[in-house]
């Protein structure tokens, strides 16, 4: 093996750069990217969930977080890169629908701005109580506070409306006012028997086996173990930031989410994908790819 040259080194040394990674900025994140802000071969890019794929599209990041229904509806061709998912094996907790008049019977939903995938997943999920896809109206629950102030009356929430994230827990609608809610992962498992899976890192096609980016990933896949070991010090510095209890967030981060990729995950977005492109929410069924790293 040829010893590289003082010269061939810091040349080298001047033309790498950290690799620009793009993520969620909720809780459920934390248990994959904690820790990475620190690390030198790594930039962080903390956004919602919708904006992801456009940074990636737009080579603003190399790797997001992204989710996992960006990957159908990309334009452009996308890897999924298994260092880490965010998924869950039954009920969820932060993806729900509150609705006043009974599930089976909405028609028209108010689906959260920063979701994607939960938007299809209940898409599916009604289609199947009902027989027919809801009407979408898009909803910023921020703006609807803003908008309104803090105290926001009954009367300006909507009928039936989708909500995720963090806001969930710590900025929901009246629980009075909505005696019909569901959660969206406990659904598709009663559905399909499956764990579903929210969101996983993609890159571009092909971009892992550039050699740079498998490195990343591995990366990615260290800081993800490193933080299971370290969960209940992620919760206690981390959660009351955030507006969560505790105890609700132990739950949550430490016995509803998944954040290791397995075969049955896999199986779960293959028959995700599947159903999407059955009910014409995507426009034509792309073949899954897993990047190997």
Not at 122 to 128: D, G, M
Not at 233 to 253: E, K, V
Request: hydrophobic letters at 40%; one cysteine or more; charged letters at 25%.
């Amino acid at each position: 093996m040829t010893t590289p040259t003082a010269t061939e080194s810091s040349e080298s040394a001047s033309t790498w750069s950290p690799a620009k990674v793009g993520a969620v900025s909720y809780l459920n994140t934390l248990p994959l990217i904690e820790g990475l802000g620190k690390l030198g071969d790594v930039e962080l890019t903390l956004t919602a969930p919708s904006r992801l794929i456009d940074l990636l599209l737009g080579e603003d990041v190399e790797l997001a977080l992204a989710s996992i229904i960006d990957y159908q509806r990309s334009p452009e061709p996308l890897e999924l890169v298994p260092a880490g998912i965010i998924g869950c094996d039954g009920p969820t907790m932060t993806v729900r629908i509150f609705s006043r008049r009974p599930i089976d019977e909405i028609e028209t939903l108010h689906a959260d701005v920063d979701s994607h995938t939960s938007v299809s997943l209940a898409k599916i999920v009604l289609h199947e109580r009902s027989g027919a896809l809801p009407q979408i109206v898009d909803f910023d629950v921020d703006e609807h506070r803003s908008e309104r102030g803090e105290s926001v009356a009954d009367a300006d929430w909507p009928e039936s409306v989708l909500i995720i994230g963090d806001k969930v827990i710590t900025d929901s609608p009246p629980a009075a006012l909505y005696p019909h809610q569901l959660d969206l992962g406990e659904a598709w498992k009663d559905l399909t028997g499956l764990p579903f899976v929210y969101a996983t890192w993609m890159c571009r096609a092909g971009a892992v086996e550039a050699g740079r980016l498998q490195t990343i990933a591995r990366v990615l896949d260290r800081q993800r173990r490193h933080n299971a070991t370290r969960m209940d010090w992620i919760i206690g510095q981390r959660a009351s930031l955030r507006g969560w209890p505790l105890d609700t967030a132990r739950t949550y981060l430490g016995e509803l989410l998944r954040y290791e990729l397995t075969d049955r995950h896999r199986q779960a977005v293959d028959e995700f994908f599947d159903r999407c492109g059955a009910l014409g929410i995507i426009e034509k069924r792309k073949p899954t790819r897993w990047a190997s790293v």
